[in-house]
């Protein structure tokens, strides 16, 4: 099993919270991602306030198949979205949504000709 997680703040609101897990075994293995982060308009050195928070999010699953220690089938699935606040547009980024689906096999240790395959779609 493996854990990592940070968070990170700053001035005008700033909070970024990621973490990334994983536990599995010799046949496969389970792993979990998100974030999330977030900014406020900041002041400028004039005082006056620059239109620039954002907030946005995302978050991804790996569940992985490995019938035996050259061969992984790993199925990847994704979800994110947000929004910004631009201080040089007249137009704001109010959707950001994301959905991904993911599939790869790699082969390794296939030969003296061919090391390997991988197959991503």
Known sequence: MTLHASTLAGSSGRLDQNV???FGNPFGYLRLMGNVSRAGDYQDGAGQRVHSGWHKWNSDVAVGFTPTPD??????????????????R?????????????????????GEVLESVEMQG
């Open 20 to 22: 990334d897990g994983a």
């Open 71 to 88: 061969t992984v089938m790993e199925l990847t699935v994704g979800s994110g979205d947000g929004n910004a606040r631009y201080a040089g």
């Open 90 to 110: 007249s137009m704001n980024g109010t959707h950001f949504e994301r959905e991904s689906l993911g599939l790869r096999f790699e082969q390794n240790v296939l």
